[in-house]
C-alpha cells in the first residue's frame, strides 16, 4: 500500500470514530439522551397532591420527562411496581411497608398525606369516644386503615368493637355515603372526600369525632399519623439523587399549590380522573391533611402508625417494622 493510500486509510478512520453515528440520516447525540420517569397515584385524595405538578408540565430537571399514571386501586398500583414499570409512586403507608419487606427493589422518599378520617353521624349524643358504646357504626375500611385506627382507638379509650361497639362493614365507601346522605345509617367512620361530601347533602350529618385528634391526644403529641407514603426505586436514588431532590421539590411545590389553590386543584382532580368532582375536591382540601415531610424525619410517626397495624394484623405490613433502609436519605 503507498503513502498516499496509508494517509487516506488514516484520514478516514480518524473521521469516523470522530464524529457522532448517524442512523437513516439523522444525528444521535449522546448529550441529549433524556431519561423517562414514570410516576404514578392513586384515585382519590392521595393523587391530589400530584396536582400541582400536573398543571405545571412535566419539566422538572434537564435530561428527564416526567409522566404521571392515575390507577384504580392499590392493587393495580402494586402489581406495577412489582414488575417494575413505575419509578416512584405514591401509596398506603402499610402497602409501602409491605412491599419494601417482600424484597420489592422501592423505599419511602416521603410522606405526602396524613390522616382524613372520621366519624361523621346524624345521631346528636356521640360527641366523645365514650359515647360509641352500644352504638352501631359502619365501616368501609376492613383491613385497612379506617379499620385498624378506628379499633386502636376505642380499645385505647376501653372500648372494643367486639364488646361494645358494633361495627358494620357491609358497604364500600361509596355505598355508605349514600346511605349516610339518605339517612339509612346515621354514624359511620369514613374518609375525605366522603365526609364533605355528605355533609353538603345531608345537613342533619355532622362530623362527630376527628379520628386525627383522638390520634394525638393517645400519642401525647400534636402530631398526627402519616397514611401516604412516596415510594422510589432505590436505583434511582443511587444513581440520580440530584434529580430525585428536584422531584421531591417539585412535589412539596405541588402541594403546597394545591393548599392554596383549591377551586383549581379541583378542576385538575377532575380531569386526572382522580374520581372527584371539582367541587367535592376543592371543598375537601383543607381537611386532606396534605404534606411533605422527608423519609428521616416521618420516621417517628410512620412507625408509630405501622406499629398499630402491627399490633392487628402483622401480616399488614409484611410481619414487622421496617428497619432503616426503608427510609431514603438524600442528606441536604
Known amino acids: 500500500m503507498g503513502i498516499i493510500s496509508k494517509c487516506v486509510l488514516l484520514l478516514l478512520t480518524l473521521l469516523f470514530f470522530s464524529v457522532p453515528v448517524f442512523s437513516s440520516g439523522v444525528r444521535e447525540d449522546v448529550s441529549m439522551t433524556v431519561i423517562p420517569i414514570r410516576v404514578a ?44 414499570e413505575v419509578d416512584a409512586a405514591a401509596l398506603p403507608l402499610n402497602v409501602a411497608a409491605k412491599l419494601y419487606q417482600k424484597g420489592a427493589p422501592y423505599a419511602m422518599g416521603a410522606v405526602t398525606g396524613y390522616g382524613s378520617i372520621y366519624v361523621v353521624s346524624s345521631d346528636p349524643s356521640i360527641r366523645t369516644v365514650a359515647d360509641l358504646k352500644g352504638k352501631i357504626v359502619y365501616n368501609a375500611g376492613r383491613g385497612a386503615t379506617p379499620d385498624y385506627l378506628f379499633q386502636y382507638i376505642l380499645t385505647q379509650n376501653g372500648l372494643s368493637s367486639r364488646d ?46 376527628d379520628l386525627q385528634k383522638e390520634w394525638s391526644a393517645l400519642q401525647k403529641s400534636a402530631d398526627t399519623y402519616p397514611v401516604t407514603a412516596l415510594v422510589v426505586k432505590k436505583s434511582l ?63 417517628k410517626s410512620a412507625e408509630a402508625f405501622l406499629s398499630v397495624f402491627l399490633s392487628f394484623d402483622p401480616k399488614s405490613i409484611g410481619g414487622k417494622l421496617p428497619d432503616e433502609g426503608f427510609y431514603i436519605n438524600l442528606g441536604d
Open 237 to 299: 436514588a443511587e444513581e440520580h439523587a440530584a434529580f430525585l431532590k428536584k422531584l421531591f421539590a417539585a412535589y412539596r411545590e405541588s402541594i403546597g399549590w394545591v393548599l392554596q389553590n383549591p377551586q383549581d386543584a379541583g378542576k385538575i382532580s377532575e380531569e386526572m380522573g382522580l374520581g372527584l368532582p371539582a367541587a367535592v375536591a376543592a371543598d375537601a382540601v383543607p381537611r386532606l391533611n396534605l404534606a411533605f415531610i422527608p423519609a428521616p424525619e416521618a420516621r
Open 164 to 209: 361494645y361497639v358494633t361495627v358494620n362493614f357491609s358497604y364500600e365507601h361509596a355505598e355508605l355515603a349514600q346511605l349516610l346522605i339518605a339517612g339509612k345509617a346515621d354514624t359511620a367512620v369514613l374518609p375525605e372526600p366522603f365526609v364533605t361530601m355528605v355533609l353538603a347533602k345531608n345537613p342533619k350529618l355532622r362530623i362527630a369525632l
Open 41 to 84: 397515584g392513586l384515585k382519590g385524595p392521595s393523587g391530589m397532591g400530584m396536582a400541582g405538578m400536573i398543571n405545571s408540565g412535566t419539566e422538572i430537571a434537564a435530561g428527564y420527562t416526567v409522566s404521571f399514571e392515575i390507577l384504580g386501586t392499590p392493587d393495580i398500583m402494586v402489581s406495577k411496581l412489582l414488575s417494575g
